[in-house]
């Protein structure tokens, strides 16, 4: 997870760095020279002063240092060692800790991290001086004796293996235990006398040791037909295309992603998190956490019940899913229903079916509407407490950056008790009050709604409230209610996180951890509920399932498979980065999983007849092709071959073109499946210059009679509807005014949906269920549609066999 990166992506200490490369300030100057005292080279300073935070605490640092007198070389390495890893919760301490640096009491980087582990461990506690001193073995120390004889003990005992490897056998481990049985020995004397005694038992190093390794055995060529793989930074690409990404590629399934990528605290280790609000019951509250949720991960998907989930919501859901599932914890689906007037049971039903579409099982389904009463009683709370208070403010003189203090923010705690009790019994008009909490948020806003009067009845509580919680004070305090461990979002949520840890420390309830992702966003496409919904109201797509959207329920529709969205989302990785992705990125992903799991069927999108003149049977005859031609033992199907075949009208030319390798009149083709070569005889035409039929001679293919090319084709076809689709924006970015300046609605691509008559086999005719997927060979990969009947069958195109260079 990348923390602390301003809106351009970068450290706000870069900003200097990348556009005034060149310039450094008299203080910048200045600051090199005082780092250099301690011990940095210049280069090191400089790099150093990159990093605001890391700057600010060197120097304070190195100020309560030399309160003691000059500062040696081996003491600057530990304060710099200090300033790079204390947190904000324990700065406080910095003299302190730094008293001890000076007197050689903390003398290594292992007792320093013991310390700051101790204080930032005991923050709100009264600090025990000989407790922190124990816990970092101050006066504490291991002689060499005592190492020599942990090391002769550990080498005893692997003594055999080690003869057998000699030097290359691997001694890390074996010092690791060392030091888990010497804790304060220090490191170079371990390593030192390990030297020493491998020596003793090997003796110098002969031949074989110096000889470099052999090479590992060569790995068997591909099988024809299969396409190798490129392995990039431990992640696995079809030779196709590497996934174009905004950011490089780390890991091919969200388990790998969670359990090799992701470095989040902790259970019960929130006070580590950066940021993170300590109070003096914090410990206590942890303790009681842990023991509701038994140390395990708790995370939680909270959709807002109004609208269809997206492509950038899959992220989301595998974050949540995926981190808990990693860790062998468990996730809710929360639905934050707090605003009735848009909440319909469609949507609830429909973001539960796309979570478990993408495999992930809720381990219990709750609402934000559970907690009414316990979010209201605690609203209560905060105004007894002086931090709330009632406000007649408009919400519009509530918008905007800097909006007017309220004049109502110090009214008397009696009289917003009372009005907040009007505002709950239906005595006040909506509009005409809000109840508003006494914070800052991170931007600067201050004092956001907690809870505003709505008279809509609510789609689980029915007419039991006419008040509704915002957001901003809901969300925080349903995640302390279900103890999640790790309140995961994307980033714009950051400007909220100030409010989230005042809102349970002010209740004095556990506060989970925030922590914040870059969002995912789409090319070519549109995900705002508003937006699609006015795509649907002006008959520009059907509905929010229409296959040239990024909803899930589309993306299902257009035969996309979950475990590929999945994978996708995995290679996006999780950083705190925004990252836009263009749609061949997700497309790239479904090819890769349909590849292997989409049987392969023939089908002509553009059909032209084609007569056999020397068929040598008077019935048509029944073949079997693979269902995967790599593979013929998954199964097969079975196929007519008649004298009347349908061959696509572009693997014909009836003048020879460079290059084209298919059925000309000076050029025969192999029929797949068939076994047989096709050589051009004569063609049929309408009076408009149509070809009608071609007519052809069939020969066996053999050694002597080899075609340049095999074709698909169709013999007693079956009629389907087969709907091919195409991006439905023309640019990037349709809601950018500058590259759309008419607004979105303008951007449509005419061409984005065609419908065309296909023929296909009678055996895929009988088995293509909805949702099934095949790929029709030579043209692409296709799912069948919801809007099939018994009496139609109906195929939406999911990707083409490659990516399309000629999309719009």
């Given at each position: 997870?990348?923390?602390?990166?301003?809106?351009?992506?970068?450290?706000?200490?870069?900003?200097?760095?990348?556009?005034?490369?060149?310039?450094?300030?008299?203080?910048?100057?200045?600051?090199?020279?005082?780092?250099?005292?301690?011990?940095?080279?210049?280069?090191?300073?400089?790099?150093?002063?990159?990093?605001?935070?890391?700057?600010?605490?060197?120097?304070?640092?190195?100020?309560?240092?030399?309160?003691?007198?000059?500062?040696?070389?081996?003491?600057?390495?530990?304060?710099?060692?200090?300033?790079?890893?204390?947190?904000?919760?324990?700065?406080?301490?910095?003299?302190?800790?730094?008293?001890?640096?000076?007197?050689?009491?903390?003398d290594s980087v292992l007792r320093m991290d013991a310390a700051l582990t101790y204080l930032l461990a005991n923050v709100s506690n009264v600090l025990d001086v000989a407790k922190f001193e124990e816990s970092?073995?101050?006066?504490?120390?291991?002689?060499?004796?005592?190492?020599?004889?942990?090391?002769?003990?550990?080498?005893?005992?692997?003594?055999?293996?080690?003869?057998?490897?000699?030097?290359?056998?691997?001694?890390?481990?074996?010092?690791?235990?060392?030091?888990?049985?010497?804790?304060?020995?220090?490191?170079?004397?371990?390593?030192?006398?390990?030297?020493?005694?491998?020596?003793?038992?090997?003796?110098?190093?002969?031949?074989?040791?110096?000889?470099?390794?052999?090479?590992?055995?060569?790995?068997?060529?591909?099988?024809?037909?299969?396409?190798?793989?490129?392995?990039?930074?431990?992640?696995?690409?079809?030779?196709?295309?590497?996934?174009?990404?905004?950011?490089?590629?780390?890991?091919?399934?969200?388990?790998?992603?969670?359990?090799?990528?992701?470095?989040?605290?902790?259970?019960?280790?929130?006070?580590?998190?950066?940021?993170?609000?300590v109070t003096p019951n914090t410990h206590r509250l942890l303790q009681k956490h842990l023991k509701a949720t038994g140390g395990k991960v708790v995370t939680r998907f909270p959709p807002e019940p109004n609208?269809?989930?997206?492509?950038?919501?899959?992220?989301?859901?595998?974050?949540?899913?995926?981190?808990?599932?990693?860790?062998?914890?468990?996730?809710?689906?929360?639905?934050?229903?707090?605003?009735?007037?848009?909440?319909?049971?469609?949507?609830?039903?429909?973001?539960?079916?796309?979570?478990?579409?993408?495999?992930?099982?809720?381990?219990?389904?709750?609402?934000?509407?559970?907690?009414?009463?316990?979010?209201?009683?605690?609203?209560?709370?905060?105004?007894?407490?002086?931090?709330?208070?009632?406000?007649?403010?408009?919400?519009?003189?509530?918008?905007?950056?800097?909006?007017?203090?309220?004049?109502?923010?110090?009214?008397?705690?009696?009289?917003?008790?009372?009005?907040?009790?009007?505002?709950?019994?239906?005595?006040?008009?909506?509009?005409?009050?809000?109840?508003?909490?006494?914070?800052?948020?991170?931007?600067?806003?201050?004092?956001?709604?907690?809870?505003?009067?709505?008279?809509?009845?609510?789609?689980?509580?029915?007419?039991?409230?006419?008040?509704?919680?915002?957001?901003?004070?809901?969300?925080?305090?349903?995640?302390?209610?279900?103890?999640?461990?790790?309140?995961?979002?994307?980033?714009?949520?950051?400007?909220?996180?100030?409010?989230?840890?005042?809102?349970?420390?002010?209740?004095?309830?556990?506060?989970?951890?925030?922590?914040?992702?870059?969002?995912?966003?789409?090319?070519?496409?549109?995900?705002?509920?508003?937006?699609?919904?006015?795509?649907?109201?002006?008959?520009?797509?059907?509905?929010?399932?229409?296959?040239?959207?990024?909803?899930?329920?589309?993306?299902?529709?257009?035969?996309?498979?979950?475990?590929?969205?999945?994978?996708?989302?995995?290679?996006?990785?999780?950083?705190?980065?925004?990252?836009?992705?263009?749609?061949?990125?997700?497309?790239?992903?479904?090819?890769?999983?349909?590849?292997?799991?989409?049987?392969?069927?023939?089908?002509?999108?553009?059909?032209?007849?084609?007569?056999?003149?020397?068929?040598?049977?008077?019935?048509?005859?029944?073949?079997?092709?693979?269902?995967?031609?790599?593979?013929?033992?998954?199964?097969?199907?079975?196929?007519?071959?008649?004298?009347?075949?349908?061959?696509?009208?572009?693997?014909?030319?009836?003048?020879?073109?460079?290059?084209?390798?298919?059925?000309?009149?000076?050029?025969?083709?192999?029929?797949?499946?068939?076994?047989?070569?096709?050589?051009?005889?004569?063609?049929?035409?309408?009076?408009?210059?149509?070809?009608?039929?071609?007519?052809?001679?069939?020969?066996?293919?053999?050694?002597?009679?080899?075609?340049?090319?095999?074709?698909?084709?169709?013999?007693?076809?079956?009629?389907?509807?087969?709907?091919?689709?195409?991006?439905?924006?023309?640019?990037?970015?349709?809601?950018?005014?500058?590259?759309?300046?008419?607004?979105?609605?303008?951007?449509?691509?005419?061409?984005?949906?065609?419908?065309?008559?296909?023929?296909?086999?009678?055996?895929?005719?009988?088995?293509?269920?909805?949702?099934?997927?095949?790929?029709?060979?030579?043209?692409?990969?296709?799912?069948?549609?919801?809007?099939?009947?018994?009496?139609?069958?109906?195929?939406?195109?999911?990707?083409?066999?490659?990516?399309?260079?000629?999309?719009?």
């Amino acid at each position: 997870m990348v923390r602390g990166r301003n809106a351009c992506g970068l450290h706000p200490w870069c900003v200097t760095a990348v556009f005034f490369p060149n310039k450094m300030s008299a203080g910048s100057a200045e600051d090199v020279k005082l780092f250099q005292t301690i011990g940095l080279s210049e280069q090191k300073a400089k790099e150093t002063l990159k990093n605001a935070n890391v700057t600010k605490n060197l120097k304070l640092a190195i100020s309560e240092a030399a309160k003691h007198g000059p500062i040696a070389h081996d003491t600057g390495v530990l304060l710099y060692h200090l300033a790079s890893k204390i947190k904000n919760q324990i700065i406080d301490k910095m003299e302190f800790i730094a008293g001890y640096i000076v007197e050689k009491k903390l003398d290594s980087v292992l007792r320093m991290d013991a310390a700051l582990t101790y204080l930032l461990a005991n923050v709100s506690n009264v600090l025990d001086v000989a407790k922190f001193e124990e816990s970092c073995g101050i006066g504490v120390t291991v002689s060499p004796e005592q190492i020599e004889e942990e090391v002769e003990k550990i080498i005893k005992a692997h003594k055999d293996e080690i003869l057998e490897k000699r030097y290359r056998f691997n001694s890390g481990p074996l010092m690791q235990q060392v030091r888990s049985s010497l804790k304060w020995a220090d490191g170079k004397a371990i390593k030192n006398e390990f030297d020493v005694q491998l020596l003793d038992l090997l003796g110098p190093k002969v031949d074989a040791d110096l000889a470099s390794a052999s090479k590992p055995a060569k790995q068997p060529k591909e099988t024809k037909g299969k396409k190798p793989e490129i392995v990039k930074e431990g992640i696995r690409f079809s030779e196709q295309k590497e996934t174009p990404t905004s950011e490089k590629v780390g890991a091919q399934t969200i388990s790998e992603l969670m359990k090799t990528k992701i470095q989040f605290h902790k259970p019960g280790e929130n006070y580590k998190t950066d940021g993170y609000v300590v109070t003096p019951n914090t410990h206590r509250l942890l303790q009681k956490h842990l023991k509701a949720t038994g140390g395990k991960v708790v995370t939680r998907f909270p959709p807002e019940p109004n609208g269809i989930l997206h492509i950038g919501h899959a992220k989301a859901i595998n974050i949540n899913f995926g981190y808990a599932a990693a860790y062998g914890g468990i996730c809710y689906l929360r639905y934050d229903d707090t605003n009735p007037e848009k909440e319909e049971e469609k949507f609830f039903v429909g973001i539960r079916e796309m979570v478990e579409w993408l495999g992930y099982k809720p381990f219990a389904v709750t609402h934000s509407s559970d907690n009414f009463q316990q979010l209201y009683d605690w609203a209560v709370e905060l105004v007894k407490k002086g931090l709330a208070y009632v406000c007649h403010q408009s919400s519009e003189e509530m918008k905007g950056f800097n909006p007017p203090p309220s004049p109502w923010r110090d009214r008397p705690i009696e009289e917003s008790l009372l009005l907040f009790n009007d505002m709950k019994d239906g005595l006040l008009e909506e509009g005409e009050a809000t109840l508003r909490m006494k914070v800052t948020l991170e931007e600067g806003k201050q004092d956001p709604v907690a809870y505003r009067i709505k008279y809509s009845p609510h789609h689980r509580t029915g007419d039991k409230w006419c008040i509704y919680p915002t957001y901003d004070y809901t969300h925080c305090l349903c995640d302390s209610i279900e103890n999640i461990t790790h309140s995961l979002c994307t980033k714009e949520f950051q400007s909220r996180r100030s409010s989230y840890y005042w809102l349970c420390n002010a209740l004095d309830i556990y506060c989970p951890v925030q922590w914040e992702y870059g969002r995912l966003n789409v090319n070519y496409t549109v995900v705002s509920k508003r937006k699609i919904a006015k795509l649907i109201h002006e008959g520009i797509v059907s509905d929010w399932d229409d296959p040239r959207l990024f909803t899930l329920t589309a993306l299902r529709r257009r035969g996309f498979p979950p475990e590929a969205i999945n994978n996708f989302c995995a290679q996006m990785g999780v950083t705190g980065v925004q990252a836009t992705i263009d749609p061949t990125a997700l497309e790239a992903a479904v090819r890769d999983v349909l590849n292997s799991t989409a049987a392969r069927h023939m089908v002509v999108l553009e059909p032209i007849k084609l007569t056999v003149k020397n068929f040598p049977q008077e019935n048509a005859i029944k073949l079997t092709a693979p269902d995967f031609p790599n593979d013929p033992e998954r199964g097969h199907h079975e196929i007519t071959f008649d004298e009347i075949v349908y061959i696509e009208a572009t693997d014909f030319k009836e003048i020879e073109e460079k290059g084209f390798r298919r059925l000309t009149p000076k050029q025969p083709v192999g029929l797949k499946h068939a076994g047989v070569v096709i050589t051009f005889e004569s063609i049929e035409k309408d009076a408009s210059g149509n070809i009608t039929n071609i007519i052809v001679r069939q020969d066996p293919v053999s050694e002597k009679n080899k075609p340049k090319a095999f074709i698909h084709w169709v013999s007693h076809p079956v009629l389907a509807s087969v709907r091919l689709y195409e991006r439905l924006f023309k640019h990037k970015n349709p809601e950018d005014t500058n590259e759309v300046p008419h607004g979105f609605l303008s951007d449509i691509n005419p061409s984005s949906k065609k419908e065309i008559v296909a023929y296909m086999d009678n055996s895929l005719a009988k088995t293509a269920k909805v949702y099934d997927k095949f790929q029709f060979e030579r043209i692409g990969f296709f799912s069948v549609d919801p809007d099939t009947k018994a009496s139609k069958l109906v195929f939406n195109r999911t990707v083409t066999l490659k990516e399309d260079t000629g999309k719009i």
